[in-house]
């Protein structure tokens, strides 16, 4: 939503992003998809060749892209196995009850935020 | 196959118990602005989710602009949603490449970075961004006389 303001106000703007599902629907205006555990956007962790192939990529799509919603994906990897894509919010049944608990503590700390007044007008 | 981060995402809160599922930005009309001077004349600046002052409680956390010298080194990340099973965020230019960037203005292929980056929060509330801190970030932007921007959400 920020680069869409920005892309009103005639700055040209690129989103670097693993999430590419959340871009695409709130209407992003250039995105550079690197498809890597959420995390580390820009490339593999001290992988610098990596990182420097997404700025690059990023570079380039300012310029080249014709239209709103224009999406480069990369070709990088984050390894030869793909068991990582499980591991984000792995919702389990043996870990039902975790996050039920979870839920009651993250919707009882809300409710404390408010009560001190913890909260954005 | 590419992870449906939205799916994901609903089906962990339902089992945390919510009753409503989190309604994401959804926009048809893409605003777009081309270039108006070329990269190696142009001014770019930096747009982060990750945390310069994680003192700030998360719930009154907006949007700020720092000086790029006074860049740490290294951003709070602890309270973001990201895929702590499988990577780590010890490596700054991971998702803030600020190496990279010096570099390319080195190199002569992009103009200059500007003097300020910037934080937006990973907010529930659309509103917040929409009317709060998008527009403060377009607002030193322009003070900046910033060209380009580059947005690495983690």
Known sequence: ?121 | MNIKYIQRTRDYYRAQGFKHDYSWADNRVIPFSRPKKPLNEARLTIITTAVVEPDIPKPVRSAQSYSLTALPDHLDTAELSWDKTTTHTHDRESYFPIRALTSKVEDGSLGSLAPRFHFVPTEYSQRHTLTQDAPLIKTHCQEDSVDLAILIPI
């Open chain 1, 1 to 121: 939503m920020t680069a869409r303001t920005l892309e009103d106000a005639g700055i040209s703007t690129v989103v670097l992003g693993s999430a590419l599902d959340i871009l695409e629907k709130a209407g992003t205006p250039r995105i550079v998809f690197n498809d890597l555990p959420l995390g580390n956007p820009v490339g593999k962790p001290f992988d610098r060749a990596m990182q420097m192939r997404s700025i690059e990529a990023a570079l380039r799509l300012l310029y080249s892209a014709e239209v709103g919603g224009t999406v480069e994906t990369l070709p990088h990897r984050w390894s030869q196995q793909e068991d990582w894509r499980r591991n984000f919010l792995e919702v389990r049944p043996e870990h039902q009850a975790q996050l039920l608990s979870l839920g009651e503590e993250n919707r009882k700390q809300r409710l404390e935020n408010k009560r001190l007044g913890l909260f954005r007008p």
